[in-house]
């Protein structure tokens, strides 16, 4: 069974970091699928913000979060990261990991951006 397990979330003052960890297990991490971040921010959709395919060769993020986020994945560890950096207000959210082809998805953490 599919588990995905998210954690490194809290409050933080804008322009500060955090590193968001989602440890995988039930399927082979290293085989073919990509990973994705996705976030909901109070009171709005979701966001598919970021992803990374399996050899980490191929990354990409939307706009708002480019050049301040940073995922990666360690596949002997089947472990799922995202660094995250200069963090503002509209940075708070719930953060979720979802593998792709079968999308599932892990419970979340929060992260909350406030002086």
């Known amino acids: 069974q599919v588990q995905l397990v998210e954690s490194g979330g809290g409050l933080v003052q804008p322009g500060g970091s955090l590193r968001l960890s989602c440890a995988a297990s039930?399927?082979?991490?290293?085989?073919?699928?990509?990973m994705y971040w996705v976030r909901q921010a109070p009171g709005k959709g979701l966001e598919w913000f970021s992803s990374?395919?399996?050899?980490?060769?191929?990354?990409d993020y939307v706009d708002s979060v480019k050049g301040r986020f940073t995922i990666s994945r360690d596949n002997a560890k089947n472990t799922l990261s995202l660094q995250m950096k200069s963090l503002k207000h509209e940075d708070t959210a719930v953060y979720y990991c979802?593998?792709?082809?079968?999308?599932?998805w892990g419970q979340g953490t929060q992260v909350t951006v406030s002086s």
């Open positions: 979802v593998k792709g082809s079968t999308w599932d």
């Open positions: 039930g399927f082979t991490f290293s085989s073919s699928y990509w």
């Open positions: 990374i395919n399996t050899g980490s060769s191929d990354t």
